[in-house]
């Protein structure tokens, strides 16, 4: 149902901006017909490229690890550090973005276009006087 917030118009060269209670009928019924369109789906796309960067990073910092049998230890070379500081940097920057685009993705609402042209009718359920 679409509901009339406020009511705004010129008045004597005065502007008047005032609450009212109503809502928009269309061919005699309450409401006007359209889709439920989300509006979030690019930004979906966009977390989930963000978290594919996340686990490609992942696997970088991993596999630039040099794998030694129980008790041994490693030497790192600089080849590895700078894959594991690139892979690594990679996946927080990624995960970072990820969640970003999430939080920015919970906070859009469905929204319903409707086309122009339409002609409705603005139904009033409380009187009023334009007060200037």
């Known amino acids: 149902i679409v509901r009339t917030r406020n009511i705004s118009c010129l008045k004597d060269g005065k502007t008047i901006d005032m609450p009212i209670k109503g809502h928009v009928s269309f061919r005699g019924k309450n409401g006007i017909k359209g889709e439920v369109v989300m509006r ?5 796309g966009w977390a989930w490229g963000a ?11 991993r596999a630039s690890q040099p794998a030694v049998g129980l008790g ?3 030497a790192y070379g600089a080849g590895d550090v700078l894959k594991m500081g690139i892979g690594g940097g990679a996946s927080k920057a990624a995960q970072t973005l990820s969640d970003y685009y999430i939080k920015r993705a919970e906070q859009y609402h ?3 276009p ?3 042209g339409n002609e409705v009718t603005v ?5 009023f006087q334009l007060k200037t």
Do not use: R, S, Y
């Not at 594919?52 to 696997?59: A, C, E, L, S």
């Open 123 to 127: 139904v009033f359920q409380d009187g």
């Open 40 to 44: 979030n789906g690019k930004i979906l």
């Open 110 to 112: 469905p929204v319903i």
């Open 114 to 116: 409707i086309g122009a």
């Open 51 to 61: 978290g594919f960067v996340d686990g490609i990073g992942q696997g970088m910092e």
């Open 72 to 74: 041994a230890t490693a």
